[in-house]
């Protein structure tokens, strides 16, 4: 099952006379169970692309279809659904809500979603077994290290059992052990057969992954997927 196909994807920036072609026309296919790194310098277009591929925004031409859904056309409304169930989303800063339990923020997409109370309280603490950090359930963001936190992120984005976990820059706030250990979980979930894409600028992270895009400019250089191994 193909998870992401992107085809001949442009996002074009304009303000007043002014346009950034930001991304410059990129297909690609990622497949269930793949563990993908998307690379390159900044600017490239890393960062337009994460947007595109999680649905926070939508292409200026071309198409992208998760898990065969064309969703380069949907409503705010319906791309809204498809990031709260479908795609788990793992950033730099993790995100957490600082006056909430570690739980509880693992809890909220399930808050979202609709789900009861005690069905919700249970996925929380598996989602932080899974990960390591269930001793922390009841630890603020703010009484974790960094590591712990991403872990707790990590947590809330497999709560849902989306399609997809994307991964923007996790390891960059991280100390070396921390980072290594968070890379280690993420490969850890893709041998379990999720689909992990993770977006760094760093060579080491993304040799964690199975395969490497390597972005430039706005393009992906080579065919788009160049296996880890095979020569840089
Ligand atoms: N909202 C925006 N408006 C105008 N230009 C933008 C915007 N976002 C990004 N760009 C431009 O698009 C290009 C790619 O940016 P970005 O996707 O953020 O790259 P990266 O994440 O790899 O650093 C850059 O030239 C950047 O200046
Ligand atoms: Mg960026």
């Known amino acids: 099952m ?16 002014l346009a950034v072609e930001a991304v410059r026309g990129v297909s690609a296919r990622i497949d269930e169970g793949e563990m993908v790194a998307i690379m390159g310098p900044s600017g490239s277009g890393k960062s337009t692309l994460m947007h595109i591929i999680g649905c926070l925004d ?4 071309g198409t992208y279809r998760l898990m065969g859904d064309d969703v380069s ?3 705010e409304v319906e791309l809204a659904e498809v990031r709260n169930h ?12 600082p006056s909430l339990q570690a739980w509880r923020n693992v809890e909220l997409p399930l808050t979202y979603a609709g789900v009861g109370k005690l069905e919700r309280r249970q996925r929380a603490m598996e989602a932080l ?3 390591g950090v269930a001793e922390q359930a009841l630890h603020r963001p703010g009484e974790m290290s960094g590591g712990q936190q991403q872990r707790v992120a990590v947590a809330r984005a497999l709560v849902t059992n989306p399609d997809l976990i994307l991964c923007d820059e996790p390891t960059g706030a991280l100390d070396t052990v921390a980072a290594a250990e968070v890379l280690s979980l993420l490969q850890e979930l893709h041998r379990a ?7 760094t600028h ?23 997927g160049l296996h880890v191994g095979a020569g840089a």
């Not at 193909?2 to 006379?17: F, H, P």
């Not at 057969?193 to 977006?199: A, F, K, Q, S």
């Not at 992954?209 to 065919?223: N, P, T």
């Open 2 to 17: 193909t998870v992401i196909e992107l085809d001949d994807v442009r996002k074009i920036y304009r303000s007043g006379t």
């Open 58 to 61: 939508v292409p200026t031409s």
């Open 73 to 75: 056309r949907m409503s």
């Open 86 to 97: 479908r795609i788990g989303f793992v950033f730099q800063q993790y995100n957490l809500l």
């Open 129 to 131: 077994e899974r990960v």
């Open 193 to 199: 057969g999720r689909t992990v894409v993770l977006i």
């Open 202 to 224: 760093e060579a080491e992270v993304a040799a964690g992954a199975e395969k490497i895009m390597r972005i430039r400019d706005g393009l992906f250089v080579g065919d788009g």
